[in-house]
């Protein structure tokens, strides 16, 4: 079975500072990818980012970053210097890397990250 | 690139009508797209997974007969939600899984439904 633990249900934050969202996930599978969605107010669900489970390497997006941990099964996700528009629901999500399992998504509970001016 | 829409964006109706919702993907073929809910300040739940020209196939606990799923082309799924009830009020959102790139699902505005 699959789990994903978003441990912070909501965070609040001042503009400019900057904010780790933290994922925990469980899978027996050996190869998986790893998710992290934006979900703003107006409801639609953003892609950020998929990780393959054997690329450990870090990413860097502009503002956003991501650290992918296997030994401690951790996916975490950090705005640097944080705005007003960042304010959202976010979402870890994790999926089978593999076809026969059409690839479904298991979605951790969310963050909710308020940003105030 | 990857755009999904749906419609429509909110729909009000009484109860024991149907309402019928459309998942397009605007600028890729999607032979699998899928159907969640999702409560306030909740997560997403699915629902069930579509597969072009094949029946869908429910997660536990979804009843079939209620949430009619019909995926006829690479682009287009619907939900049909019948006899719908109040309980049924919720945030539908669907996702579509690119056939060029199979790994990663786009996920459509989402669909408000109230049921008075």
């Known amino acids: 079975a699959q789990k994903v633990t978003q441990a912070q249900t909501e965070i609040s934050v001042v503009e400019k500072e900057d904010v780790t969202l933290d994922c925990v996930y469980e899978t027996r599978d050996t190869t998986y990818y790893l998710f992290w969605y934006k979900q703003p107010p107006s409801g639609e669900l953003v892609f950020l980012i998929r990780?393959?489970?054997?690329?450990?390497q870090n990413e860097i997006s502009g503002r956003y970053s991501w650290n992918f941990q296997k030994s401690t099964s951790s996916f975490n996700f950090t705005i640097t210097a944080s705005q007003v528009v960042d304010s959202a629901v976010y979402f870890c999500a994790l999926s089978p890397n593999s076809g026969g399992s059409n690839y479904k998504l298991t979605f951790g509970k969310g963050t909710l990250l308020t940003v105030n001016p | 690139g990857a755009v999904v829409s749906q419609h429509p964006s909110r729909v009000i109706c009484k109860s024991g009508t149907s309402v019928k919702i459309e998942c397009r993907s605007l600028?890729?073929?999607?032979?699998?797209m899928f159907w969640y809910r999702q409560f306030p300040k909740q997560s997403l739940m699915l629902m069930a997974t579509s597969n072009e020209g094949s029946k869908a196939t429910y997660e536990q606990g979804v009843e079939k007969d209620k949430f009619l799923i019909n995926h006829a082309s690479l682009t287009l799924s619907t939900l049909t939600v019948t006899s719908a009830h109040p309980e049924d009020s919720s945030f539908y959102i669907c996702?579509?899984?690119?056939?060029?790139?199979?790994?990663?699902?786009?996920f459509g505005p989402g669909t408000r439904l109230t049921v008075l």
């Open positions: 990780r393959n489970s054997f690329d450990e």
């Open positions: 996702s579509a899984r690119d056939d060029g790139d199979t790994d990663t699902q786009y």
């Open positions: 600028d890729f073929q999607a032979t699998t």
